[in-house]
């Protein structure tokens, strides 16, 4: 089989799988992203490897779990000396580009890719003088602010988003002139919090969209402790309608945008030899169990939507159930393009599963959450969590906490522990073995605590220094504004 030509990779941040026309949700107006899995497949058991941005985006790039690299917060800074399949890409004769949002951390803000355009908004180095977002402070991470400061209005996030929509299509413009195979990435910043949205996807969504369906559950309980701790405990109804209002607003002006480059695409006659990815850092829970944003190994957190279409290759109109991640995902594209595949890696290529030429797939993935107490939003208290998904069986352990066991197959929602049932005993054992196997919550504990002091230096020359960025997008706070309710 032939190589794809071309390869347009879009990647969002924050957006829940559940949240698309085309995964059954009836409120969710998605028609680009519909579009595309139509004329494609998508993953319905695709796992982000971190419940959070920057070890899940450097594990997508380097295809290696958080802790196979030593990258587990937003504040690691990720080896240069690791390739990412933008390197791969490169070594097999393409430059490849990025337009948009990375989030890599330290001085090496290209990480394979030939060309950059548009950048982050936020600072290279931690220790840097973060982005003031204005009358939305706050509301962008895991506080309280971001259920007070939630419904109408606007996010400088959404701004940025629409300049990187602008600079996609004229780099897809500049592209089809030279008539040359191209690898793109887009960046996108949607749908992540604040949860704010302009004022008709408010009055669209506010009282047509279901509450949460979800309620809180006992079982876990470093979550019942990180939604007290976050002050979620008891959201008004009226702000838990806002938010997903917007919340559901943010995903539609996400899929507008994408549907602007698909149709530029279109019109350019590029889109026959385009291998089309879609894919998300990981999700949100957007009040499911009581609980917003990201952080846990939940379905609602955990599980990312992917899409793929190459017209010709790929089936039409697919749904593969298969279990994967984001960093078999990078594998896969490599794969598709004729690249080699990054060596001594983690992730796995599932391009002949989409091909019909898989010989057996193993159904397991695996996802990390690790902190240290530092980070303000961490409540001050560290974890080490990790969770294996096998086949329809899902475990997480954490620490000195009792493990969680959910059999997917007859318990979806996630809602009954299984882990203290005589009649899976075998499975918990099993699972435990798995997942312990090359991971240990006292060795990460303490390799982050080590870290630490050398991070603490890192911000601190940050901070006295005041190093230049690169690639960085103008945020200005009078882009963010929150409309009178």
Not at 8 to 17: M, N
Not at 44 to 58: E, F, G, H, K, L
Not at 130 to 157: E, F, R, V
Not at 371 to 387: L, S
Request: hydrophobic share 40%.
């Amino acid at each position: 089989m032939m190589p794809a030509k071309n390869l347009l990779f879009l990647f969002s941040d924050q957006h829940a799988a559940r949240v698309m026309g085309c995964a059954g949700d009836a409120h969710a107006q998605t028609p680009a992203l519909d579009g595309l899995a139509a004329r494609g497949v998508r993953m319905t058991n695709a796992y982000c490897p971190s419940p959070i941005c920057v070890p899940s985006r450097m594990s997508m790039l380097t295809a290696c779990h958080p802790s196979s690299q030593d990258c587990w917060t937003n504040d690691d800074v990720l080896a240069s000396e690791r390739p990412t399949w933008l390197h791969a890409l490169g070594a097999a004769g393409y430059k490849p580009g990025l337009i948009g949002r990375m989030h890599s951390v330290g001085p090496d803000q290209m990480r394979g890719y030939a060309w950059r355009e548009v950048g982050d908004h936020s600072p290279n180095f931690p220790g840097s003088t973060w982005h003031d977002m204005g009358p939305l402070d706050g509301a962008n991470d895991p506080t309280p602010k971001g259920l007070i400061a939630c419904g109408a209005g606007q996010s400088a996030y959404e701004v940025k988003d629409r300049d990187v929509t602008t600079a996609a299509l004229a780099a897809l413009d500049r592209i089809a002139e030279t008539g040359d195979p191209f690898c793109l990435t887009v960046g996108f910043m949607l749908p992540h919090a604040p949860y704010v949205a302009a004022q008709k996807w408010i009055d669209r969504y506010l009282h047509s969209l279901p509450p949460p369906e979800i309620p809180p559950g006992q079982d876990d309980t470093w979550l019942t402790w990180w939604r007290a701790n976050r002050g979620v405990d008891n959201v008004p109804e009226r702000k838990s309608r806002l938010a997903r209002a917007a919340y559901w607003g943010l995903v539609a002006v996400l899929d507008e945008m994408i549907g602007q480059i698909l149709d530029r695409l279109d019109t350019l006659g590029l889109r026959d030899d385009t291998l089309i990815v879609y894919a998300s850092d990981h999700g949100d829970h957007v009040g499911e169990r009581g609980v917003w944003w990201k952080h846990t190994f939940y379905d609602e957190s955990a599980k990312v939507p992917v899409i793929l279409s190459l017209p010709g290759t790929l089936p039409m109109g697919e749904v593969c159930d298969r279990v994967v991640s984001l960093i078999d995902l990078s594998q896969t594209m490599l794969e598709a393009m004729g690249a080699d595949l990054l060596p001594q890696a983690d992730g796995r290529s599932f391009w002949p599963l989409l091909t019909g030429a898989a010989q057996g797939w193993d159904d397991t993935v695996f996802s990390e959450y690790c902190t240290d107490a530092v980070p303000v939003w961490t409540g001050g208290r560290a974890v080490q969590r990790r969770m294996v998904r096998r086949g329809s069986w899902k475990l997480i352990v954490s620490g000195e906490e009792e493990p969680l066991l959910y059999d997917l197959a007859n318990d979806p929602q996630e809602m009954i522990n299984l882990a203290g049932d005589p009649a899976h005993a075998d499975t918990l054992t099993d699972l435990t073995a798995l997942i312990t196997r090359d991971w240990d919550a006292g060795a990460v504990r303490d390799k982050m605590l080590a870290r630490r002091q050398r991070k603490d230096i890192l911000a601190a020359w940050a901070r006295e220094t005041a190093p230049t960025g690169t690639h960085i997008w103008p945020l200005d706070p009078s882009m963010n504004r929150l409309d009178t309710q």
